[in-house]
């Protein structure tokens, strides 16, 4: 099991961005461009791009930091994770599964009644269509003081 800080991911995706900026540089290629030996890998890429809009006094959006996650996911696929402090919206949460699993969901819910006994609030998923790749989502809200 393994703890994924998102600003852990940033930082290491932009720390891959410089060092492939360079080697690409020190072989006088642009690093902005893509390569024929594929020397830019994606991280790297969204690394360099969070860079940019940092320099720039910009806030890294949402779409790039889930891109960011979702590739360091990705190269830990065999290890259990829990993410801290990501996502922090419903719409990064989304965005992360559509990323990660390709589900999207339709939004469409049924209204309960109230006498019914509990139920599954996951849609069914379909002949052929993608589930779910979350298992899990824990929103723990305590004050700083009780933490520290």
């Known amino acids: 099991l393994r703890v994924l800080a998102v600003c852990d991911v940033i930082e290491n995706a932009m720390r891959i961005g410089m060092e492939e900026g360079k080697q690409c540089l020190a072989a006088e290629e642009d690093p902005t461009e893509e390569s024929e030996d594929g020397a830019q890998t994606t991280i ?69 009644k109230m006498s019914a006994p509990p139920q599954d609030d996951a849609p069914p998923v379909k002949e052929g269509g993608v589930k ?16 520290i």
């Open 44 to 112: 790297g890429k969204l690394g360099m791009r969070a860079r940019q809009l940092l320099l720039t006094g910009q806030a890294v959006e949402a779409g790039l930091v889930v891109a960011m996650v979702a590739e360091t996911v990705r190269s830990l696929r065999d290890v259990g994770l829990i993410m801290d402090g990501f996502p922090s919206t419903i719409t990064e949460a989304k965005l992360l599964e559509k990323e990660l699993s390709g589900y999207v969901d339709s939004g469409k819910k049924k209204k309960k």
């Open 132 to 147: 779910s790749g979350i298992d899990l989502v824990l929103l723990l809200d305590v004050m700083d003081d009780i933490v």
